[in-house]
T-cell receptor, first 112, second 116 residues
Framework: DAKTTQPPSMDCAEGRAANLPCNHS???????VYWYRQIHSQGPQYIIH???NNETNEMASLIITEDRKSSTLILPHATLRDTAVYYC?????????????FGTGTSLTVIP | DAGVTQSPTHLIKTRGQHVTLRCSPI?????VSWYQQVLGQGPQFIFQ???????GRGNFPDRFSARQFPNYSSELNVNALLLGDSALYLC???????????????FGPGTRLTVL
């Protein structure tokens, strides 16, 4: 299973963009990158996923490097409610299981 | 629409006892996965079930078992509880497994198990 490496913690000023990096240097060509977040012991919440191209939805943007060895989750205008632990996950190829392997994540604190 | 539901929300047991945790997936979802989250760590995969069959198992001892029912709800059973089993147990459901390019997993709120 491809492993991910994330910084343990980050701070971001409210209203500014939060850029959360993730290293997944052993990712294989058909594995997707997923991002989830978990707010204070609630169940993890899906944010976004991608394979090769950059992706954007109403919550965030996902930038994946051309070699796919790293990615960045961008929260364009961070609010206090974005304070959470953010997990970068590499999903096994389709047909090999649907389980997600979480790391320790990045604890993001949005500062007023 | 109701999301993934889990019961009970909190549970206190003593060492050596057994526990059963329950999960109801989102309507139409056929896959259920169980995760254990110890304080300060990310969720760790325990089991995945799809159409009542076990499709994946994480690195957990045989004291952990699970099953999925015809209505796709699921139970996680843990026997001979240890102090180290104290954790948040998360259930996640997804729409389909085979052939999908991606399957978003929807997580429930979890069951907080404390073993004394």
């Amino acid at each position: 299973d491809a492993k991910t490496t994330q910084p343990p913690s980050m701070d971001c000023a409210e209203g500014r963009a939060a850029n959360l990096p993730c290293n997944h240097s052993t990712i294989s060509g058909n594995e997707y990158v997923y991002w989830y977040r978990q707010i204070h012991s609630q169940g993890p919440q899906y944010i976004i996923h991608g394979l090769k191209n950059n992706e954007t939805n109403e919550m965030a943007s996902l930038i994946i490097t051309e070699d796919r060895k790293s990615s960045t989750l961008i929260l364009p205008h961070a609010t206090l409610r974005d304070t959470a632990v953010y997990y970068c996950i590499v999903r096994p190829p389709p047909g090999t299981g649907n389980q997600f392997y979480f790391g320790t994540g990045t604890s993001l604190t949005v500062i007023p | 629409d109701a999301g993934v539901t889990q019961s009970p929300t909190h549970l206190i047991k003593t060492r050596g006892q057994h526990v059963t945790l329950r999960c109801s997936p989102i309507s139409g979802h056929k896959s259920v996965s169980w995760y254990q989250q110890v304080l300060g760590q990310g969720p760790q995969f325990i089991f995945q079930y799809y159409e009542k069959e076990e499709r994946g198992r994480g690195n957990f001892p045989d004291r952990f078992s699970a099953r999925q029912f015809p209505n796709y709800s699921s139970e996680l059973n843990v026997n001979a509880l240890l102090l180290g089993d104290s954790a948040l147990y998360l259930c996640a459901s997804s729409l389909d497994l085979a052939g999908a390019s991606y399957n978003e997993q929807f997580f429930g709120p979890g069951t907080r198990l404390t073993v004394l």
